[in-house]
Antibody, heavy 116, light 111 residues
Framework: QVQLQESGPGLVKPSQTLSLTCTVS??????????WSWIRQHSGKGLEWIGY???????YYNPSLKSRVNISVDTSKNQFSLKLSSVTAADTAVYYC????????WGQGTLVTVSS | QSVLTQPPSASGTPGQRVTISCSGS????????VYWYQQVPGTAPKLLIY???HRPSGVPDRFSGSKSGTSASLAISGLRSEDEADYYC????????????FGTGTKVTVL
């Protein structure tokens, strides 16, 4: 059974960089040919796809966030990571990591609040 | 920012059939598969339907999906209390909005 777990600071100051890591267990990131995604959800709102990385390292980002997003993968640790720069209060959300598109396995989500 | 439009709410009594619509365009639903997710409040979304009308293992056959042109629908038959949740459609998008977009979401209430 594949499991994903997000980790990272729950509070980030405005203008700083949000950094989250997703640890995958029960399966290898480097096998299976899946996209590994980050998705976020603002409080009481819908889902927003942020971007994905393939096990080869190729990435694709939501055009609306592209200038601020970087997703990377560390196959040796079976992890992939999200960095979102120059954050504002509008980036406050629950951030999910997920396997595949469509996403068939999800992490539990982690709330990141942007506040001074 | 959602490019897929859903009604904000739908409701039904236990045993009834509820249908949720998802309206898109030629760059997403019109040319790609549609997916549906169920999200119980406080939990992560769960994949409910993939490739328009296929159910992952473990999803009851009370849930069914369909697609016609640039619109799609999710039907829940034999509504149960545990079906009370938010439902989102999604699709790949070939335009500058893409490549993967979610619907606005529909809250299903079991009366």
């Amino acid at each position: 059974q594949v499991q994903l777990q997000e980790s990272g600071p729950g509070l980030v100051k405005p203008s700083q960089t949000l950094s989250l890591t997703c640890t995958v267990s029960g399966g290898s990131i480097s096998s299976g040919g899946y996209y590994w995604s980050w998705i976020r959800q603002h409080s009481g709102k819908g889902l927003e796809w942020i971007g994905y990385i393939y096990h080869s390292g190729s990435t694709y980002y939501n055009p609306s966030l592209k200038s601020r997003v970087n997703i990377s993968v560390d196959t040796s640790k079976n992890q992939f990571s999200l960095k979102l720069s120059s954050v504002t209060a509008a980036d406050t959300a629950v951030y999910y990591c997920a396997r595949g598109l469509p996403a068939d396995y999800w992490g539990q989500g982690t709330l990141v609040t942007v506040s001074s | 920012q959602s490019v897929l439009t859903q009604p904000p709410s739908a409701s039904g009594t236990p045993g009834q059939r509820v249908t949720i619509s998802c309206s898109g365009s030629s760059s997403n639903i019109g040319s790609n598969y549609v997916y549906w997710y169920q999200q119980v409040p406080g939990t992560a979304p769960k994949l409910l339907i993939y490739s328009n009308n296929h159910r992952p293992s473990g999803v009851p056959d009370r849930f069914s999906g369909s697609k016609s042109g640039t619109s799609a629908s999710l039907a829940i038959s034999g509504l149960r209390s545990e079906d009370e949740a938010d439902y989102y459609c999604a699709a790949w998008d070939d335009s500058l909005s893409g490549p993967y977009v979610f619907g606005t979401g529909t809250k299903v209430t079991v009366l």
